[in-house]
């Protein structure tokens, strides 16, 4: 997993953990606010009747909850008490900027599909987040529970993604028999990996520091799975004409697809460790470009 280094972010951190009770403090406080952000999204939404939007932000204000709750019992096993809100110094990222909250609450093009794709988007921010406090850590113990935490975002943006790809076939259930008779012109899932090593040799060309070694550790992570990943897939060859998240975003979501259809125990396991990967490479990649 790619942990290792710093992340260009929108926001860096204000500073660095010094105890396990500062960072379940802000591990907690972050699950918090985001559960509260997405229960008044859905009571908004209940006030616009948009009953299917008020759903999905219930839904997500219900995991945030859940996962507040991993946080506080993770604290408890480890230091014996719940987090303490007076230990937070200063804040995580938000869930959503103010355009995008804008966004959500006025748009009449809102659909559970993009209040996902929003979703998976804040997940990925708290996943650099975390990755970021991992990589400047002092303390070997919070360095391997902010990569704990880093890795458990990770899951979530998984199970996000799996949510909003239900979404966008429930959208586009019409259309989507006609796109699946499209059989000419494809490439399997090692070509569109080798096509993104390429897109990473040229964003590397144009970075310099942490940012070119990011990229450069991407570029390599990317040339080992495209031979992991020969054969298998099939992808309109047209999508080798997209830019890097395009690619690296339809590759994550073929991995996981691979995952839940796979039918014996490697298989499974192969693409789920790609799915891994693509998923955190894709987090990197927007915070890079």
């Known amino acids: 997993m790619l942990l290792s280094r710093t992340l260009v972010l929108k926001a860096e951190p204000a500073g660095n953990l010094h105890s396990l009770d500062e960072l379940f403090a802000l591990a907690d406080a972050m699950e918090q606010e985001a559960a509260n952000r997405y229960t008044e999204l859905a009571d908004d939404m209940r006030r616009q009747n948009k009953p299917d939007l008020a759903a999905v932000f219930s839904q997500l204000a219900v995991e945030e909850r859940s996962h507040a709750d991993s946080v506080a019992r993770w604290s408890q096993s480890r230091l014996g008490k719940a987090p303490d809100p007076a230990l937070v110094r200063w804040d995580g990222p938000r869930t959503f900027d103010l355009e995008t909250e804008t966004e959500i609450r006025t748009s009449r093009l809102m659909t559970p599909y993009r209040a996902l794709s929003m979703a998976v988007r804040n997940e990925e921010r708290a996943f650099a987040f975390w990755s970021y406090v991992a990589a ?49 012109g494809q490439v399997d899932a090692g070509a569109l990996e080798r096509r993104l090593a390429a897109q990473l040799t040229d964003l590397q060309r144009g970075l310099t520091g942490a940012p070119a070694e990011r990229a450069g550790e991407l570029l390599r992570e990317t040339t080992a799975m495209s031979a992991e990943a020969a054969g298998f897939g099939r992808f309109a060859a047209g999508l080798q004409q997209g830019d890097a998240q395009t690619v690296g975003e339809a590759l994550a979501d073929a991995y996981l697809e691979g995952a839940e259809g796979a039918r014996d125990p490697e298989h499974l396991e192969s693409m789920q460790f790609l799915a891994q990967r693509a998923i955190a490479r894709l987090a990197w990649l927007r915070s890079l470009t």
């Open 136 to 184: 400047f850590a002092q303390d070997p113990e919070i360095k391997k529970a902010a990569e704990a935490m880093a890795g458990e975002e990770l899951r979530h943006v998984a199970t996000l993604r799996k949510e909003r790809r239900r979404a966008y076939h429930r959208e586009h259930d019409k259309v989507q028999p006609a796109r699946d008779t499209i059989t000419q």
